[in-house]
């Protein structure tokens, strides 16, 4: 299984980034893929899910309205757009996948690197 985070990177608060999930291998019963991010000294939170489906998503109440997760079905890429960043949204981002539909980091058994995304004031 792989899971291969990017698109990160500096933008300016009110800026807009796309993160991208490409995934390979994972198992046929994967339910959703979520998006969580942690800053430093923080615990890991959760961003947002979306079902292997692509139908249903699930947002933090921290970034809904700003954040929207899609999947490339022919891909089998995940992606996170996130528009008017904000400071607070300064973190490393990960992607994950579950057998579940859950905000729990402990419900996501495939998880990838990371990548960084800064917003600057």
């Known amino acids: 299984v792989q899971l291969q985070a990017s698109g990160g990177g500096l933008v300016q608060a009110g800026g807009s980034l796309r993160l991208s999930c490409a995934t390979s291998?994972?198992?046929?019963?994967?339910?959703?893929m979520g998006w969580f991010r942690q800053a430093p000294g923080k615990a890991r939170e959760f961003v947002g899910a979306?079902?292997?489906?692509?139908?249903?998503?699930n947002y933090a109440d921290s970034v809904k309205g700003r954040f929207t997760a899609s999947r490339a079905n022919d891909k089998n890429v995940v992606y996170l757009q996130m528009n008017m960043l904000k400071p607070e949204d300064t973190a490393v981002y990960y992607c994950a996948s579950s057998l579940r539909w859950s905000d729990s980091p402990h419900e996501y058994d495939f998880w990838g690197q990371g990548t960084l995304v800064t917003v600057s004031s």
């Open positions: 291998g994972l198992p046929r019963s994967t339910y959703a």
């Open positions: 979306i079902t292997w489906s692509g139908v249903s998503t």
